[in-house]
């Protein structure tokens, strides 16, 4: 059973930077890609990054592209959300989320984490 816990949420000025990480524990190859989804108030869950566990590639949500970076350690079984220029439209919860299929929906979630970014 694959568990995630997501972890480095917190409260950030506009333009400044934050750091998520996500454990993962009971990974194996079966797992396809690891992403960061994103809940704002009173708003639906959106897609906010990817990365395939295997192969590294990644995609991101326009909204986001060119300010945040996602990454995976294999050794540690962590998939992290670099966060820059943070606006507050990025205020959300972040949940970190794995899919055991390429193009299937998503199996296992995170609590999520809270960020806050005031203006």
């Known amino acids: 059973q694959v568990q995630l816990a997501e972890s480095g949420g917190g409260l950030v000025q506009a333009g400044g930077s934050l750091r998520l990480s996500c454990a993962a524990s009971?990974?194996?190859?079966?797992?396809?890609?690891l992403g960061w989804f994103r809940q704002a108030a009173g708003k639906e869950r959106e897609f906010v990054a990817r990365?395939?566990?295997?192969?590294?590639?990644?995609d991101y949500a326009d909204s986001v592209k060119g300010r945040f970076t996602i990454s995976r350690d294999f050794a540690k079984n962590t998939v992290d959300l670099q966060m820059n220029r943070l606006k507050p439209d990025d205020m959300a919860v972040y949940y970190c989320?794995?899919?055991?299929?390429?193009?299937?929906?998503?199996?296992?979630w995170g609590q999520g984490t809270q960020v806050t970014v005031s203006s």
């Open positions: 989320a794995a899919r055991k299929r390429w193009g299937g929906s998503y199996d296992y």
């Open positions: 009971g990974l194996s190859f079966s797992i396809d890609a």
């Open positions: 990365i395939a566990w295997s192969g590294g590639g990644t």
